[in-house]
């Protein structure tokens, strides 16, 4: 009993389909851009610019030359088989660059998978199947891939297959240049399989079946012409499993010490002397607080503009004078930089301001170089304004405050003159408080939420600053009328943009709680713009 | 192209022993007694007398069981031409009913040469299966099912073993089913449908001996004398290894890998380093390319974290670490930065960093996985209110500091005076 073997087709095409001919001008436009590609060679899959000799790949990696000796060690002679290895480090210590000059030099064939770009299994197979097929998507086949391929079991039949084609056309390659006497490019009989940002296939969804199928995927395919290497930010023994799996072979990248760092950095520089004396001052304080190279590269390149700014010409080699003079106008800015690290300014904010220091409410210190700007800047409804306040107060106070704070004036005037309390009962009030700050923002209900705004914006009618704006036509009972319908259109749009967030829902009542995920200083912010006293209304002050 | 020199010959040729777990374990199927001699003979008895069979292969990874087996079926293919045939499943990729039933069907089409459809429905390839097993059982060949990482299929609904096993019992069939699995208990996991019509066979796959890894060691090392490797090359080369495996260091290093893992795979990861860095010009392994093997196999990656944190993050470390000590409830960011404040206040250094670049050095350390949040669910909350927990133990830590270059001492008194 046989069976037929139905024509091979990525997708099921009925007869209508297959009948209708494509558009005339797609057939020439088509025509034209097939002339332009021309179909991948083996070759393709080899960085086949320019040679570089073992020297120069030790030298543009300064700080890393056991690691790459310990793999070209372990990647062996010509031809030699390999057991799967495992390269791993912190963030932007050079696992992926590193491994791929590697192979640069070495002028071995390999598959290049990223497990960020590659973001579910179907893809990651896929693209993997496509570079060993020398597919590449253009507009002639749709964009589509070589075949499609969900399924671990489908992987590894395609895999087996596509590997052994391709195996035999290295050698066919192989065979025609040995006869022809001209140099091939690809060097070896074998083919390299490089899976980077393994962490990553932790987060998925089938990451249960996925990354034991992963780890033991040299065991199940038995061929010894593929090498495995997996690239990833954490060692292996944050990958869990419950019945283990095939372990591989790892190779550790270190972090940088403060001296290659500097070195790192000295590299290519125009002025070498002026730059050293600058990061005699500078590296300390910032490898202190990280040894990520490419944080401390970000922060480091506008302090040395900073630095040149008293020198007339930057090229002179300073003495120690100048050294000198240089490091007081520096220093200053150093602990502002450090604080400025990781904030990515918006553009208005970047103007040299004087190196003021302007002390806002409980030693919140604004940085003076860059200027946070007071306001908003992006825009926002009055009504999604008061709605954000209400939120926050919701969240920041707790909700048996609410009687006395909001009464029926909605203001916070009158409050009752308390007994002096003794200093133990103040310094228990005052300890509780800052456990309330540091748990963060509480949940509220839909209900307490709307009570406060009601509260708040009726204040702002009556607040003396004419800040209600009668040109837009709204008065005082127009605002009440179209109130409703109004908050709770903005409230969706306020949580989807994340400034209110959905809380755990209580399981006794069963309704949904909020959260308002909004810092003070926005808050503040907000408020500001509408002149509205915030800091009247919050509860530890 | 250049002719590789015998060192380089030789390296090839040892790594690719050592890949192979074939050729590894081919010396343990000699002695009469052992798995190979029992599992050959349970094969061929089946074979011989026509009757269905099952058993399962178990032990911890790397023992062998695969390798084993598939020298057996080498065997008997040779013994018994053309009366076997294999199908190979795996319970990674196969442990659906659906796929697993494909497969079958896939290798059942690549055996006897027929065409095989991938459109052919559930139904179709379940009867293609049970058609073939009673024609192969009335043409007296047997086939031989092995079901690889066999845990994974006894999960679910265990449709597929069920279906298997009762094909087999209802039609005059001859196949053998063969079930390979990590897990010791994995005839426990069976249902009792499937258990009833599964034998209880079992045989258990352990880590080699001292002896045999010795003998292993030799088995794998050892270059043959009547290879086209140059004959003086091939005596030293020997030579050198014998004195280096009477060395007692060595004795001890071999000691030092099997204490931890005595498996197989483990000695293949350890001997596949050594050979790597085997000096080429001189041609010869020698004591300290098994010393660096070791040091490179034998890691502790929680202490090369450590090593690798910036002076702010082991700050950061040590605030949580006091905060256990004084078990206080709540440990979040800013509950670590009001400690950090403290000390800074009690101790006066000279490090101090304002709150966001705190912040990012905390970013930094969830992302090495020395810290981790308590519960994955609290997504609606930001980075600064989730509670923490530290995944390094104390003498972890004290130790990391330690050995720790420029280390500030406050640190160290801050983690003493915990006591």
Same mark, same amino acid.
């Given at each position: 009993m046989g069976k037929e073997e139905s024509p091979h087709v990525n997708r099921r095409t009925t007869r209508s389909s297959s009948s209708t001919t494509p558009n005339s001008k797609t057939v020439g436009e088509v025509s034209k851009i097939i002339s332009n590609t021309q179909s991948l060679t083996v070759n393709d899959l080899v960085i086949s610019d320019e040679s570089i000799s073992l020297e120069e790949l030790i030298n543009s990696f300064p700080h890393r030359r056991v690691q790459i000796l310990e793999l070209i060690k372990l990647l062996g002679p010509l031809n030699s088989p390999m057991i799967p290895l495992f390269v791993y480090g912190g963030a932007s210590t050079g696992k992926t660059s590193t491994v791929l000059e590697i192979f640069k030099h070495l002028k071995r064939p390999f598959?290049?998978?990223?497990?960020?770009?590659?973001?579910?299994?179907?893809?990651?197979?896929?693209?993997?199947?496509?570079?060993?097929?020398?597919?590449?998507?253009?507009?002639?086949?749709?964009?589509?891939?070589? &075949?499609?391929?969900?399924?671990?079991? !489908?992987?590894?039949?395609?895999?087996?297959?596509?590997?052994?084609?391709?195996?035999?056309?290295?050698?066919?390659?192989?065979?025609?240049?040995?006869?022809?006497?001209?140099?091939?490019?690809?060097?070896?009989?074998?083919?390299?399989?490089?899976?980077?940002?393994?962490?990553?296939?932790?987060?998925?969804?089938?990451?249960?079946?996925i990354l034991p199928f992963l780890f033991n995927l040299y065991d199940i395919l038995k061929m010894p012409e593929m090498g495995l290497i997996f690239i990833s930010k954490t060692s292996l023994d944050t990958y869990h499993s419950d019945t283990g799996y095939a372990e591989s072979l790892p190779v550790y990248f270190p972090d940088y010490t403060e001296d290659d760092l500097r070195k790192i950095f000295m590299k290519d520089q125009s002025n070498p002397k002026l730059y050293s004396s600058f990061l005699d001052v500078v590296l300390r304080p910032f490898y202190h607080t990280t040894r990520r190279v490419d944080d401390v590269t970000n922060a480091i390149s506008p302090l040395y503009k900073k630095y040149c700014e008293p020198l007339d010409d930057t090229g002179i080699t300073p003495d120690e004078d100048t050294k000198r003079k240089l490091f007081k106008h520096i220093n200053p800015y150093i602990s502002q930089f450090l604080k400025e690290t990781f904030q990515v300014p918006s553009q208005p904010t970047l103007k040299a301001s004087a190196s003021k220091d302007k002390t806002r409410k409980k030693g919140i210190t604004k940085p003076g170089f860059w200027e946070s700007l007071d306001e908003l800047d992006f825009h926002m409804s009055t009504c999604a304004k008061y709605l954000l306040i209400s939120a926050f107060l919701a969240s920041r106070?707790?909700?048996?405050?609410?009687?006395?704070?909001? !009464?029926?004036?909605?203001?916070?005037?009158?409050?009752?003159?308390?007994?002096?309390?003794?200093?133990?009962?103040?310094?228990?009030?005052?300890?509780?408080?800052?456990?309330?700050?540091? &748990?963060?923002?509480?949940?509220?209900?839909?209900?307490?939420?709307?009570?406060?705004?009601?509260?708040?914006?009726?204040?702002?009618?009556?607040?003396?600053?004419?800040?209600?704006?009668?040109?837009?036509?709204?008065?005082?009972?127009?605002?009440?009328?179209?109130?409703?319908? !109004?908050?709770?259109?903005q409230l969706s749009s306020l949580c989807s943009a994340n400034f209110i967030t959905k809380g755990g829902s209580c399981p006794l009542e069963g309704a949904i709680r909020y959260r308002s995920a909004v810092s003070e200083d926005m808050a503040l912010k907000v408020a500001r713009s509408l002149k509205f006293p915030l800091p009247k209304y919050l509860y530890s002050r | 192209m250049a002719r590789e020199s015998p060192a380089e010959q030789a390296q090839v040729l040892v790594k690719s022993r050592i890949c192979n777990p074939n050729f590894i374990f081919s010396i343990f199927s000699n002695p009469p007694d052992s798995n190979y001699s029992k599992l050959k003979y349970i094969i061929?008895?089946?074979?011989?007398?026509?009757?269905?069979?099952?058993?399962?292969?178990?032990?911890?990874?790397?023992?062998?069981?695969?390798?084993i087996l598939e020298l057996v079926l080498e065997d008997l293919l040779e013994e018994y031409?053309?009366?076997?045939?294999?199908?190979?499943?795996?319970?990674? *990729?196969?442990?659906?009913?659906?796929?697993?039933?494909?497969?079958?069907?896939?290798?059942? #089409?690549?055996?006897?040469?027929? $065409?095989?459809?991938?459109?052919?429905?559930?139904?179709?390839?379940?009867?293609?299966m049970v058609s073939m097993l009673r024609e192969c059982g009335l043409a007296h060949k047997t086939i031989i099912f092995v079901l690889d990482e066999f845990d994974l299929f006894a999960q679910g609904k265990q449709l597929f073993l069920y279906s298997l096993l009762d094909a087999m019992q209802s039609v005059t069939s001859q196949a053998v089913?063969?079930?390979?699995? #990590?897990?010791?208990?994995?005839?426990? *996991?069976?249902?009792?449908?499937?258990? @009833?019509?599964? @034998?209880?066979?079992? +045989? +258990?796959?352990?880590?080699?001996?001292?002896?045999?890894?010795?003998?292993?060691?030799?088995?794998?090392?050892?270059l043959p004398t009547n290879s086209s490797f140059p004959h003086e090359y091939v005596t030293a080369f020997n030579v050198k290894l014998l004195k280096i495996f009477a060395d007692y260091k060595f004795k001890e290093i071999v000691d030092t890998l099997s204490y931890?893992?005595?498996?197989?795979?483990?000695?293949?990861?350890?001997?596949? @380093?050594?050979?790597?860095?085997?000096? $080429?010009?001189?041609?010869? *392994?020698?004591?300290?390319?098994?010393?660096?093997? +070791?040091?490179?196999?034998?890691?502790?990656?929680?202490?090369?974290?450590?090593?690798d944190c910036s002076i702010?993050?082991?700050?950061?470390?040590? #605030?949580?670490?006091? *905060?256990?000590?004084?078990?206080?409830?709540?440990?979040?960011?800013?509950?670590?930065?009001?400690?950090?404040?403290?000390?800074?206040?009690?101790?006066?250094?000279?490090?101090?960093?304002?709150?966001?670049? #705190?912040?990012?050095?905390?970013?930094?350390?969830?992302?090495?996985?020395?810290?981790?949040?308590?519960?994955?669910?609290?997504?609606?909350?930001?980075?600064?209110?989730?509670?923490?927990?530290?995944?390094?133990?104390?003498?972890?830590?004290?130790?990391?500091?330690?050995?720790?270059?420029?280390?500030?001492?406050?640190?160290?008194?801050?983690?003493?005076?915990?006591?």
């Open positions: 598959i290049y998978s990223s497990c960020i770009t590659c973001y579910n299994p179907r893809i990651l197979f896929e693209s993997i199947l496509n570079q060993l097929l020398l597919h590449r998507k253009n507009e002639r086949n749709g964009y589509s891939s070589a &075949k499609r391929c969900e399924k671990p079991s !489908d992987f590894v039949n395609l895999l087996h297959d596509a590997l052994s084609t391709f195996i035999d056309r290295l050698e066919g390659d192989l065979w025609k240049s040995n006869s022809k006497k001209s140099p091939s490019q690809v060097t070896g009989k074998m083919i390299y399989l490089i899976i980077d940002n393994l962490e990553h296939v932790r987060e998925w969804d089938k990451s249960l079946n106070n707790p909700a048996t405050l609410d009687a006395s704070l909001f !009464d029926s004036t909605g203001g916070s005037g009158n409050r009752k003159r308390k007994r002096k309390s003794s200093e133990k009962s103040m310094e228990k009030k005052e300890s509780k408080e800052q456990e309330l700050l540091m &748990k963060g923002p509480g949940t509220f209900p839909l209900e307490r939420l709307l009570a406060i705004f009601q509260c708040i914006s009726s204040v702002a009618e009556y607040s003396p600053g004419d800040e209600v704006p009668q040109i837009d036509g709204l008065g005082a009972n127009g605002w009440d009328s179209g109130l409703m319908s !109004d908050v709770l259109l | 061929s008895s089946s074979l011989t007398e026509a009757c269905n069979n099952s058993v399962l292969l178990l032990g911890p990874r790397g023992c062998g069981k695969v390798a031409p053309d009366m076997i045939s294999v199908i190979k499943l795996n319970g990674l *990729l196969h442990c659906d009913h659906n796929c697993a039933l494909k497969e079958i069907s896939r290798q059942l #089409c690549q055996e006897h040469q027929l $065409l095989f459809s991938k459109m052919a429905s559930f139904d179709d390839n379940a009867q293609f089913v063969i079930g390979i699995s #990590c897990r010791l208990d994995a005839d426990q *996991l069976l249902e009792k449908r499937v258990r @009833s019509r599964f @034998s209880h066979r079992k +045989l +258990l796959f352990l880590p080699p001996s001292r002896e045999d890894t010795e003998r292993l060691l030799e088995h794998i090392l050892l931890s893992d005595s498996t197989v795979n483990h000695l293949q990861r350890f001997l596949f @380093s050594t050979v790597s860095h085997m000096d $080429l010009k001189s041609g010869l *392994l020698s004591l300290e390319n098994f010393k660096a093997a +070791l040091s490179t196999i034998q890691r502790q990656p929680k202490l090369e974290v450590l090593k702010l993050e082991l700050y950061i470390l040590v #605030c949580m670490k006091r *905060l256990e000590a004084k078990e206080q409830e709540l440990r979040n960011f800013n509950a670590i930065m009001k400690e950090y404040k403290s000390i800074h206040d009690t101790f006066q250094t000279s490090n101090y960093y304002a709150r966001n670049v #705190c912040l990012r050095a905390f970013e930094h350390l969830l992302q090495r996985e020395l810290i981790s949040f308590e519960d994955n669910r609290g997504h609606g909350q930001s980075a600064e209110f989730r509670p923490v927990k530290l995944l390094i133990s104390r003498p972890e830590l004290y130790q990391g500091l330690k050995s720790y270059p420029s280390c500030p001492a406050i640190l160290h008194k801050l983690m003493d005076r915990d006591g």
